[in-house]
């Protein structure tokens, strides 16, 4: 089983609805982030966060909010959504060990806003 | 922020080749990752590397953190080594990782 999970892979939905994005990890690390790439370019930071109650924003944390419901959840949440929004985005996890900032990479979750 | 460049943009190589890409970076960071992103989208770490050489099978890193740019060399490319690679760079003053923009790896059979 993948150790960090995504759901749902693909979405498409129209603007002005609420979406949320999943992210799920089995790895037992502390740190989560979410990312979104797109096409062409590398990764944006949105927000990430260091433990449960750990909360922050990122680069581009305009139009996103998050929810760390445990140790191995974090969501994402797009309240209205708009086309600009359309990308691929990323969970990521990482410890607080040795290396710690080695972060592994959930499947991604395609999202198109019509 | 820091700035994070990576050259070549484009790279297209017969099986069998070597190659070596390279990530410049603005500023002194806390740390240096190396990621391919394969055809389907799926990242995966490297490298983690601060400073110095690592090696790992047909693929190494070298990170020159005083002179502020990393380097990353494939021998004996694959088909399979196809992808984007990026490089991303942890900041001082944040602990965020900023990406460059990648380099895209054709290896053709």
């Known amino acids: 089983d993948a150790d960090v999970t995504q759901t749902p892979r693909n979405r498409i939905t129209k603007t002005g609805k609420r979406i949320m994005l999943e992210c799920s990890q089995t790895?037992?690390?502390?740190?989560m982030y979410w990312y979104r790439q797109d096409p062409g370019l590398g990764l944006q930071l949105i927000y990430y966060s260091f433990d449960v109650k750990d909360i922050n924003k990122g680069e581009i944390s305009d139009g996103y909010s998050v929810s760390r419901q445990a140790q191995a959840k974090f969501s994402l949440s797009l309240e209205s959504a708009i086309p600009n929004q359309t990308a691929l985005y990323f969970c990521a996890t990482s410890d607080s060990g040795l290396e710690a900032d080695t972060q592994y990479f959930g499947p991604g979750t395609r999202l198109t806003v019509l | 922020g820091i700035q994070v460049e990576q050259s070549p943009p484009d790279l297209i190589l017969q099986e069998g080749a070597n190659s070596t890409l390279r990530c410049n970076f603005s500023d002194s960071v806390n740390n240096l990752q190396w990621f391919h992103q394969n055809p389907w989208g799926q990242l995966i770490n490297l490298f983690y590397i601060p400073s110095g050489t690592k090696q790992n099978g047909r693929l190494s890193a070298t990170t020159v953190a005083t002179e502020r740019y990393s380097l990353l060399y494939i021998s004996s490319s694959q088909t399979t080594d196809s992808g984007v690679y990026f490089c991303?760079?942890?900041?001082?003053?944040?602990?965020?990782?900023?990406w460059g923009a990648g380099t895209k790896l054709i290896i053709k059979p």
């Open positions: 790895k037992g690390h502390d740190r």
């Open positions: 991303a760079v942890e900041q001082k003053s944040n602990y965020q990782l900023i």
